[in-house]
Structure formats: structure tokens, C-alpha cells
């Protein structure tokens, strides 16, 4: 009986602490500032899909082929599909630093797709936060950020 409970509690312990630990489809946010810990918690709980059914068809291909597959290895899609970024530079930039994670298994050529979609998608999904943003920039700064989008969008036709 008592080894009955000692193996349970060894089993438990693998369990909760060593699998859990290591299991590389979970995200390791608890390294994170509380700041961004409640704001990735809040994207988290939001909806895991979007509906594309009117974007273009390569960005819909883009976007079951690659995005839904290769940003689902560590965390939900909702983390990425409900996030504050808007800007294409802060899509360029978030999107290296998710592909240099050990174990993303996502190459230059698929994140360059990804960030596309994501532009795209902001310009049309996030509309008022990217308008937001972009009157927050210097003059310059927001033509840059403009040629980016209306770059993505004469790419993928639309
Ligand atoms: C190898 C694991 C891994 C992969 C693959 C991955 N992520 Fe992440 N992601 C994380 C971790 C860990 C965090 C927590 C923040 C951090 O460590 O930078 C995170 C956080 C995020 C956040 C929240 C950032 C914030 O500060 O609000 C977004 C958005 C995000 N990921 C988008 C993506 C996108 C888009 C992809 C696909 C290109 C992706 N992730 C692929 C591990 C990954």
C-alpha cells in the first residue's frame, strides 16, 4: 500500500515537475516582467482563429500552411492573433526574434511569408490600433511604415 503511494507520488512528481518542465510545446513565460505576463495572458484567452475567408488567396494559403503550423510549436494561435502589434516593423521584429528561438524550426523564407500575412492582417483586422500608431509617428516614419503595407498589399493583390 505505502509503495502503492510512494510510486504514485514519484509518478506526480515526473509528471507536474520534469515533463512539464520540458514539454517543448509550452511556451517558458515565467522568466517574462509581470507587464508583459498579464499582457500575453490577456492575448492568450482571446479567439485562436481569424477569419480570412476575404484576404487574398495566397495570404490565406500563407495562413493555413505556414502561420497556423509553425506559430502553434510553443503557444497558442491567440497569442499572436490578439497581441498589441500592429506596425509592420513591429511584426519584422517580433517575428526574427520568435524565429530565433531554439526549436522554432522556422526559416527566413516562411517568416518573411508570416510577417506578410501579419501586416496584411493588421491593416485590415486592427484597422484603428495601426491608425493609432501610425499618428504617433514622426512624418518620415509613418511613410516608411505605409510603403510597407502598401507594399504587402500590391504583392498579394488587393
Ligand atoms: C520556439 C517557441 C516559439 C515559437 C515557434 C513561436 N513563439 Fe511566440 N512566444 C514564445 C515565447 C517563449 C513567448 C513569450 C515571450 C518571449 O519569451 O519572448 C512568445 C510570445 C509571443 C507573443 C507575445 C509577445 C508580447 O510581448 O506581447 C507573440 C505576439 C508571439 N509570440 C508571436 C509568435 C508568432 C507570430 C510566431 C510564429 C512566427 C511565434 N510566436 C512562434 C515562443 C515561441
Not at 523564407?109 to 500608431?133: C, H, N, P, T, W
Amino acid at each position: 500500500m505505502l509503495r502503492g503511494v510512494k510510486a504514485f507520488i514519484i509518478v506526480m512528481f515526473f509528471v507536474i515537475f520534469v515533463s512539464g518542465g520540458s514539454n517543448p510545446l509550452r511556451a517558458d513565460d515565467s522568466n517574462l516582467d509581470a507587464a508583459t505576463q498579464a499582457r500575453i495572458a490577456k492575448a492568450d484567452q482571446g479567439p485562436r482563429t481569424i477569419d480570412v475567408s476575404g484576404y487574398p488567396q495566397k495570404l490565406q494559403d500563407i495562413y493555413t500552411d505556414i502561420f497556423s503550423q509553425k506559430c502553434t510549436q510553443c503557444h497558442r494561435l491567440s497569442r499572436p492573433i490578439n497581441s498589441d502589434f500592429a506596425l509592420p516593423s513591429e511584426w519584422e521584429s517580433y517575428v526574427k526574434k520568435m524565429m530565433h528561438k531554439p526549436g522554432s524550426n522556422i526559416n527566413f523564407g516562411q517568416a518573411r511569408k508570416i510577417i506578410d500575412f501579419l501586416i496584411y492582417d493588421s491593416s485590415v483586422r486592427k484597422k484603428a490600433l495601426l491608425e493609432e500608431k501610425l499618428s504617433k509617428l514622426t512624418p518620415e516614419q509613418r511613410a516608411a511604415q505605409e510603403a510597407k503595407i502598401k507594399k504587402v498589399q500590391d504583392k498579394y493583390g488587393q
